[in-house]
């Protein structure tokens, strides 16, 4: 038998499987927990935060203050044998029941149109001094002449049922002493900087100063990462007002009830980064930022803002450093009798509850895996044909999201990014429950990949995550017993070349 004179040394193509990756990854490493922060098997991921504040105060001293100041000027009190009086109607409405003055100057200029002189007497039958007596100013006017006295409140009572005219007017008489004079006085009035300790009656619908609140809200670092990532569910903002009177410290037994209080305008925001970022509380259905108007009738006010009513989720979510709520009150919106003090305060604050299950969107987690290949296999390897990434995932976290794989050499250097690698949540059904799903994608190398698959030393794997992407918004529930497990080899197919120029 001849032999050829060209030998043929033996090639084939052959695969072996390199293994890549073999991760089991709990919930606490894929969401961090905190005192704020927390996963527990009977509530699931919770962020949890309570906070009872109501420093917003706003006093009512305002609205009281200058309640009865008004003026007068040329106004005629006909006088019939020595004596008249005349009603002067309250402006805007005004009706004053009773009332204790604590400031308040009362000016009476009085004009004698008579030639001769006269002693006038000018009395207020509603205001009462100390001793039960009712306010009464003396003065003798020459003819024709002006005289004007004057008369510090401080310490009088203000009781309508002593005058005729009633509640909504001011009375004031006039007698010309020791005399049947016919004819008029003339006179002008002023009641200035008048403050009461006590005010009953109808006061017309007033703005008063706004009040401002705010409530620190506990973000630590931890909390911070779940910024804009995450969305609450069963969660609610309680808004309490309240009217604090002190009518029965000063009138024991008094059948008059505050008045009811309107927040004409109301404004809740969180803020964060020393107030450069803000997001409003809106309302459903409305573009604007006003939560009003809202009544506080019987001196309370319960507001509760929940996902079904407002954009609350999203307000929780921007996760702010503080909550300031931003209140325009009216006091007396329907016109109704009521009482006051100068010590009264209108306040508002939070009780705020935030437990919440929660989803969650774009939260990464990064790990670094040594790639388990020497020297000699990157040799033998040099001969790649063919590179395919094979995966196995079973995922028990409701989550949905991709995994992104950076292949760098021994120095960190990037050689290369996988991206296109999905994986699919946990099935979750109604209730937020989640079962485990199992996923197998692959990933095929190109030539360039190959080559630099073969410089590789580590990958650094990043994993994306987000609550499941088939039921958009969906509640899920999370355990701290839940995992996400990823199993990855490189299946390569190379060629093996016995030849002397392949050695």
Known sequence: MDFPNDITMPSWDTEFNLPLMNRTYELRELIKTDKYISIDDKNGFIYVAHDENFGGKQGTE??????????????????TNGQGTIGVPYKDGLVIDSAIFVRGTLTLTVKNTASTEATVKMELPAFIDAGGNKLSLQKTIAGNGTETVSQDLNGYFYDSRKQKFGADSLQIDGTVLGSNFNGNLTINYSITKSMFSYFAGIVPPTTVDPIESSVGLPVTDDVADLRDKMKLWEIQLKLVGKYIDKIASIKTNDPNKPFDIEIETLNIKGVRNNKTEQFFLKLNGR??????PLTMRNKYLEEIYTADNSNLSDFLAFIPDSIIVMAIPKVNPDKRRGAATNRDTIQFGFDLTIKSIVTVKDLSLKDTVELEMDDDARDMLDNFKAATIYFKIDNKVAFGGKIVMHYVDANYNELFTLDTLTFEPAIVNADGIPSVKHSEPIVELDSAQIQNFIKSYNIIAEVL???????????AVFSSKDWLKIISFCKVKYNVDLSDDKK
């Open 62 to 79: 305002n609205f009281i203050e200058g309640r009865i100041d008004q003026s007068g000027s040329d106004i005629t009190i006909p006088v």
């Open 287 to 292: 573009s604007d930022n006003n939560l009003g």
């Open 465 to 475: 995550i987000n609550t499941t992407d088939s039921h958009i918004d969906q509640k």
